[in-house]
């Protein structure tokens, strides 16, 4: 069940996601509390489980690893102790940035970070196979990205 935010904590979420490295001076001036009960409301916000986590936002581009790929992925089987090794399997691999397991034509959707073609056709290879309960993939090429954000409508 959602947890009830007023427009303060929803000002904080914004602020927060826009710049995770706002000191809390600067984060209570721009929602308009003093520090104190700004710092006490992050508290709770993180203690609810609101805030996860706070990242770092890298240019993937710039580190050698430019190249998103999205994989539809088929299992050899639906019962639970496949998609179990699917998705502990999944959870292991560090280029594999987002799994979903889907209701509809295939059983699982991922989004995997590589250098280029070469280095996903080795990364499919290796990991996208019957070990890890997989039996086809088909993968998608973007073209242009033409919107990629962290930030939850608040």
Not at 65 to 73: N, Q, Y
Not at 75 to 90: G, R, V
Not at 99 to 121: F, H, Q, T
Not at 138 to 151: A, C, L, M, W
Request: net charge neutral; proline share 4%; charged share 25%.
């Amino acid at each position: 069940m959602p947890i009830k935010l007023d427009d303060i904590d929803r000002r904080i979420l914004r602020a927060l996601q826009r710049d995770g490295r706002l000191q809390n001076v600067e984060l209570a001036k721009e929602v308009g509390l003093s520090p104190s009960p700004c710092l006490r409301r992050v508290k709770l916000l993180e203690e609810a489980g609101i805030i996860d986590r706070y990242v770092a936002v890298l240019n993937a581009a710039k580190i050698g690893l430019g190249l998103s790929m999205f994989a539809r992925v088929w299992l050899t089987a639906q019962d639970a102790e496949t998609i179990d090794h699917f998705m502990d399997a999944m959870k292991q691999l560090p280029q594999v940035m987002e799994c979903y397991i889907m209701l509809g034509e295939s059983d699982a959707l991922l989004r995997v970070v590589v250098a280029d073609l070469d280095d996903y056709r080795r990364f499919q290879a290796a990991h996208l196979t019957r070990k890890n309960g997989i039996q086809n993939v088909k993968t998608d090429v973007p073209s242009q990205i033409v919107k990629q954000t962290y930030t939850l409508p608040l």
